[in-house]
């Protein structure tokens, strides 16, 4: 397989307007995002997203260097994450990024929650934790930080 899977996350979820994608091999991270924005328009919100957001290529940081630097290998998983950030709702958090809400959880990056956490990043849950990078389960047994180490 030489495609690459593309993963959104939060807000970039939301501006995509799917939770992920296919993309022909590229052989670094600037030349998959400019894929990335050609196929959403180079004008378009996701584009306006993807200049806040980091990227983790096989759940590895690519750290402070710049997208040109960072080498994608045939067949990775590239995650785009938007800035997190903390607070509290009792309503849907679709566009949330953190803190703590008895609603749904679905696009959230982070927070405490009861209800699903497929798409979460961080945060502590009685829910489901497949896609968690963080936190702890309900079950009060830390889960391990995904993609959170760096090169």
């Given at each position: 397989m030489n495609?690459?899977?593309?993963?959104?996350?939060?807000?970039?979820?939301?501006?995509?307007?799917?939770?992920?994608?296919?993309f022909a091999h590229e052989p670094d991270l600037a030349?998959?995002?400019?894929?990335?924005?050609?196929?959403?328009?180079e004008d378009g919100r996701l584009a306006e997203v993807l200049a806040r957001c980091?990227?983790?290529?096989?759940?590895?940081?690519?750290?402070?260097r710049a997208p040109a630097e960072v080498a994608v290998?045939?067949?990775?998983?590239?995650?785009?994450?938007?800035?997190?950030?903390?607070?509290?709702?009792?309503?849907?958090?679709e566009h949330s990024?953190?803190?703590?809400?008895?609603?749904?959880?679905?696009?959230?990056a982070g927070g405490s929650s009861a209800g699903d956490k497929e798409h979460s990043a961080a945060?502590?849950?009685a829910g489901d934790k497949e896609h968690s990078a963080?936190?702890?389960s309900g079950a009060g047994i830390p889960t391990?930080?995904?993609?959170?180490?760096?090169?």
């Open positions: 495609d690459v899977l593309v993963r959104y996350w939060a807000a970039a979820k939301s501006a995509a307007g799917l939770p992920e994608e296919t030349a998959l995002l400019d894929a990335v924005r050609a196929r959403h328009g980091s990227y983790l290529v096989d759940e590895v940081s690519p750290g402070r290998p045939e067949g990775a998983v590239v995650d785009v994450l938007p800035p997190f950030a903390g607070g509290s709702s009792a309503g849907d958090n990024a953190g803190g703590s809400s008895a609603g749904d959880k679905e696009h959230s945060g502590s849950s963080g936190g702890s391990r930080p995904v993609g959170f180490r760096s090169t």
